[in-house]
């Protein structure tokens, strides 16, 4: 079993928007994140949401972009990407593991990887 499963990538211009879908299963976790990784780019975290709620996200997209979590499924955490921007273009991978501090994780602190989704922002 996949413990963690994207999906809702696509191709889009520039000031739409879509929302990205993580579904978690068969692992302990405290945690949610959401990476990015642009072509010769370095992976970086865009945004957390922790078990009790509290969300972080990276400056490139605060206010544009926003987590959350199916009240009906816990399991499911959500990333709305509103005013998208050519510079958005990037895979998109949903990662999850336990940390005892609350922050926005980095690369190295990630246990658990999703497969990664697509998301090209045109002009």
């Known amino acids: 079993q996949v413990p963690l499963v994207e999906s809702g990538g696509g191709s889009v211009q520039a000031g739409n928007s879509l929302r990205l879908s993580c579904v978690v299963s068969?692992?302990?976790?405290?945690?949610v994140a959401w990476f990015r990784e642009a072509v010769e780019e370095e992976r970086e975290a865009v945004a957390i949401?922790?078990?009790?709620?509290?969300?972080?996200y990276g400056d490139s997209v605060k206010g544009r972009f926003t987590i959350s979590r199916d009240t009906a499924r816990k399991n499911t955490v959500y990333l709305q990407l509103n005013d998208l921007k050519p510079e958005d273009t990037a895979k998109y991978y949903c990662?999850?593991?336990?940390?005892?501090?609350?922050?926005?994780?980095?690369?190295?602190?990630?246990?658990?990887w999703g497969q990664g989704t697509q998301v090209t922002v045109s002009p």
């Open positions: 949401i922790y078990t009790s709620g509290f969300t972080l």
């Open positions: 068969g692992i302990t976790y405290n945690y």
């Open positions: 990662a999850s593991g336990f940390v005892v501090d609350r922050k926005l994780v980095q690369s190295q602190d990630i246990r658990y």
